[in-house]
């Protein structure tokens, strides 16, 4: 390709600000062109108030669209990202795949599988490069356990991630014009984000994929709704989910994820199971498997002495700007290069991920029913969920 990538983003708010930090620090290194940004609410495109929260952007000559349609339309792109909530996309992914752009759509890539499924045909017909944002596969230690788990079975996975609404942040869309909440907490709100494990938990459900090398087959969910006198103040998701994931290989997961008010405590657990190990998250990353050749052995051994450090310590934050950047960087040198072997997973790879998440939610209304993905992506039962609803 010759001179760098040019590159435009749809959608600058929170998310997609740190992404415009990334481009632009790319862009100071020639990896990139910003060319394009696209944002429907004019203040969002200020350069000042880009700067305050990606300070290494410059406008420069980057032309700024109302909206996606028009930067697709009239912008020379090499590559785009979708970075809007994901009950607001209306066939641009297709359009730009059929324009060969290549594609970074955020997570989760919409609420509406079918919707999914039809961006993911346009890109394998353009056969455009894809990537989805989950930044925490690029995570050193997660890396490191997904290597240690290569030759091995994983038998069980537990997360643990409790985690409160408060951590939502500044959101920048301005959903009280929009019919959504008015408070723009649209991670909140059921309608917006899909309930909490959709917009949220997905990540861990991908890190599950991750170090199991494998595929989510069924799901089991429970959630504990919120009460609706605190809809108001607190959005409408349900304050706990209890999900069962079963996999193709026969592991099973449990995904355990809260979203209380008030509760200003974030915190992860997680611990996985091989068929002889039990991998611990300490001040290391710690393999607990004894690994002699004859067993039992004669002497029961220490906890200690069967320990083994897969990465030391201190582990860094596996959502934060590190693997963000690193996502980025390496999405820009697959397209740049040509490489799709570069990539950790595309945008077809990642509709297992937001298959599994949205069946949860089908699985909590119906009870538990454990919801077959084959069945849910494409049996006649489940086509009422799959589709955006009709609003007219
Ligand atoms: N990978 C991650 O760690 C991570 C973190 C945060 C958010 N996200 C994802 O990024 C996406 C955006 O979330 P956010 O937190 O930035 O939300 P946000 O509301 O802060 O920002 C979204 C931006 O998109 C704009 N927008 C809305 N509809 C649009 C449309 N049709 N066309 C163009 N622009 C439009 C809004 O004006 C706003 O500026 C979501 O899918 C979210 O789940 C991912």
Avoid at 80 to 86: K, Y
């Amino acid at each position: 390709m010759a001179g760098p990538l040019k590159v435009g983003i749809v959608g600058v708010g929170q998310r997609g600000l740190q992404h415009v930090e990334h481009l632009s620090r790319l862009q100071a290194e020639e990896e990139v062109r910003l060319v394009a940004l696209a944002d429907p609410f004019p203040e969002n495109l200020e350069e000042q108030s880009i700067q305050s929260r990606a300070p290494a952007y410059r406008q420069g000559d980057a032309t700024l669209y109302g909206s996606a349609g028009e930067m697709l339309r009239e912008a020379d792109l090499d590559a785009v990202w979708f970075v809007i909530p994901p009950n607001q996309h209306g066939g641009e992914i297709e359009i730009a795949a059929e324009r060969g752009i290549a594609i970074f759509a955020e997570k989760p890539q919409t609420l509406f599988y079918d919707e999914a499924a039809s961006q993911a045909e346009a890109i394998r017909r353009a056969g455009v490069l894809s990537t989805a944002g989950f930044q925490m596969r690029y995570e050193p230690w997660y890396v490191a356990l997904r290597e240690y788990t290569a030759d091995k079975a994983v038998t069980s996975i537990t997360m643990v991630h409790a985690g409160g609404i408060e951590g939502h942040g500044v959101k920048y869309t301005h959903t009280e014009t929009m019919g959504g909440p008015g408070n723009r907490m649209w991670t909140a709100n059921r309608e917006w984000s899909g309930s909490s494990v959709v917009e949220a938990g997905i990540h861990q459900t991908d890190l599950m994929r991750y170090w199991t090398h494998d595929e989510i087959d069924w799901v089991q969910a429970a959630y504990v709704e919120r009460d609706p006198s605190l809809h108001e103040s607190e959005g409408d998701n349900p304050t706990a989910y209890t999900v069962v994931y079963g996999f193709k290989r026969g592991a099973v997961a449990n995904l355990i994820f809260t979203r209380p008010a008030r509760v200003y405590l974030n915190e992860r657990y997680d611990y996985v199971l091989t068929t002889h190990s039990q991998v611990k998250f300490e001040d290391d990353l710690v393999a607990y498997g004894y690994v002699g050749d004859t067993y039992p052995p004669a002497d029961r051994p220490d906890a200690s002495e069967v320990r083994q450090v897969l990465a030391r310590g201190p582990q860094g934050d596996p959502m934060g700007g590190a693997n963000s950047l690193e996502l980025d960087r390496r999405f820009v040198e697959a397209v740049a290069q040509n490489r799709p072997d570069l990539l950790k997973n595309t945008f077809e790879s990642s509709l297992n991920s937001l298959a599994a998440v949205l069946a949860a939610n089908v699985s909590h209304e119906l009870n538990g029913e454990r919801i077959h993905l084959e069945e849910f992506t494409t049996g006649e039962r489940f086509a009422r969920y799959r589709a955006r609803p009709d609003k007219s």
